[in-house]
């Protein structure tokens, strides 16, 4: 706001000169459009943004720096579409599977260690939650076969009286471990999609000519070859023109001394 309204700002007490007459946000707001003038090339689609400071070229800099960042990240933000929700979602799910796979490696090493010698369950159904809200394509043949693994593993919740106790516990984690596999690798495939998906739908654009701080030595106005060009031709045609408007004043004086 000071920099804006330089001329109501006093920089030694920072503070407005008068503060009754201070600047609000809706004043600043104000200012700021009339500083960015925008215009669209219907033929080419080419947005071009001009941003004029003429007290400070560096302000101006910073001010089209911002406007693209800021845009880029509204854009972003509207872009929230099914399909990154869905690339969300099986990301949430494919951390939780590999914080499930690290315990079940711990469990593992444990267990051939001796440490521990009765093997929990560690993996349900949640693992399998669907998304309700996503329109991607899954393999439904793949999440049968999965749900079928878990089945299983739930009928090793009562030991087999043929088995003995290692080797029971040992097929339970083995068969965990096998699950987890499978889970992860079918997982992996439908966050790549998702995330394939979320670029096609993301909504972008490209900057062409990036803003940047005029040369000093070049100003952007006065355009000082345009002036000249005009100036030429103005006095060209004022030139005939006056020449013309002489002409026909003395063919007037003329007539008039014939009259006579």
Known sequence: MPILFSS????????????????????????????????????????????????NPKIAYVIAKTLLEETNKILNEKSWSLAKKYRIFVENQLKDAIKKLKLLEKLYKDFLAGKIKEVPIIIDLSLLKNNENTTLSVNPQKIQELKKELNQLKTLTVQNPNLPDYQFNLQKLQM?????????????????????????????????????????????????????????????????????????????????????
Request: hydrophobic residues 40%; charged residues 30%.
């Open 8 to 55: 109501q700002w006093d920089n030694k007490t920072k503070t407005w000169k008068n503060p009754e007459d201070a600047p609000t946000i809706l004043d600043g707001i104000k200012k700021m459009k009339d500083l960015i003038s925008i215009s669209t090339d219907k033929k080419t689609g080419v947005i071009t943004i001009t941003v004029e400071f003429p007290k």
């Open 176 to 260: 965990q471990m096998d699950f987890m596999t499978n889970l992860l690798s079918y997982l992996a495939q439908q966050y790549e999609a998702a995330k394939a998906q979320e670029i096609k739908e993301n909504i972008t654009f490209q900057v062409i000519d990036p803003p940047y701080i005029p040369d000093k030595r070049e100003p952007y106005k006065p355009k000082k070859a345009l002036i000249l060009a005009v100036a030429g031709v103005s006095g060209l045609f004022l030139g005939i023109f006056l020449a013309f408007f002489r002409e026909w004043l003395e063919n007037v004086r003329r007539q008039k001394e014939e009259q006579v």
